[in-house]
């Protein structure tokens, strides 16, 4: 069975500082990890995901997250804040074939401090 | 390209009665899947579809159920509604199944269940 946790359901930063949203994740094969942003009253869009290339990866809007095996964790990051950056943001796991589908995360809602 | 359409936007129904959710994927793309998204259980996946067949299945009752035509296009079916089936509703289409390919998310249906 595969599970997701991300630490912090809320999390600020000021406009122009790191961002850092983490996510712990549990799966019995080598997993496919994604992080997915939601903007207010609309659907998902994906950021980036890894699936057993380059353990760091580069998405879109400057973020990116690195796979560390040995932590379980795909935190994401981005070096500087900007107010649009404002929005809820789920991690998620699956595994190959996808039998248990997609599995999300409680989500970390953004906060940009201007 | 023309993203991925869900109708109806908004739905209020009552306990009891039955109703049927429409998505259109991107054209070109085979999988479909849909989601549940609540404020208590967060993002949950109900079940993918692919060329017509129903791949993979989320932990959910035999009232939800789904569908998925020969042009791609899915509906999904809730019977006897209760309250907690109120939710947004996501669909996600994306060119192969299993979750690999990205997955692009439509703007949702939100279900009212009185």
């Known amino acids: 069975a595969q599970s997701v946790t991300q630490l912090g359901s809320h999390v600020s930063v000021s406009e122009g500082a790191l961002v850092l949203l983490r996510c712990n994740y549990s799966?019995?094969?080598?997993?496919?990890l994604f992080w997915y942003v939601q903007y207010p009253n609309q659907g998902l869009q994906l950021l980036l995901k890894?699936?057993?290339?380059?353990?760091l990866v580069k998405g879109i809007n400057g973020f990116e997250a690195e796979f560390k095996k040995s932590e379980t964790s795909f935190h994401l990051t981005k070096p500087s804040a900007h107010m649009s950056d404002a929005a809820e943001y789920f991690c998620?796991?699956?595994?190959?074939?996808?039998?248990?589908?997609?599995?999300f995360g409680k989500g970390t809602h953004l906060i940009i401090q201007p | 390209k023309a993203g991925v359409t869900q109708t109806p936007r908004y739905l209020i129904k009552t306990r009891g009665q039955q109703v049927t959710l429409s998505c259109s994927p991107i054209s070109g793309h085979r999988s479909v899947s849909w989601y549940q998204q609540t404020p208590g259980q967060g993002l949950q996946f109900l079940f993918e579809?692919?060329?017509?067949?129903?791949?993979n299945k989320g932990n959910f009752p035999g009232r939800f159920s789904g569908r998925q035509f020969s042009n791609s296009r899915s509906e999904m079916n809730v019977s006897t509604l209760e309250l907690g089936d109120s939710a947004l509703y996501l669909c996600a289409s994306s060119l192969g199944q299993g979750f690999v390919d990205t997955q692009y998310f439509g703007p949702g249906t939100r279900l009212t269940v009185l």
């Open positions: 799966s019995s094969v080598p997993p496919y």
């Open positions: 579809y692919f060329s017509e067949t129903q791949r």
């Open positions: 998620a796991v699956s595994e190959l074939g996808g039998a248990d589908g997609l599995t």
């Open positions: 890894y699936t057993s290339a380059a353990t």
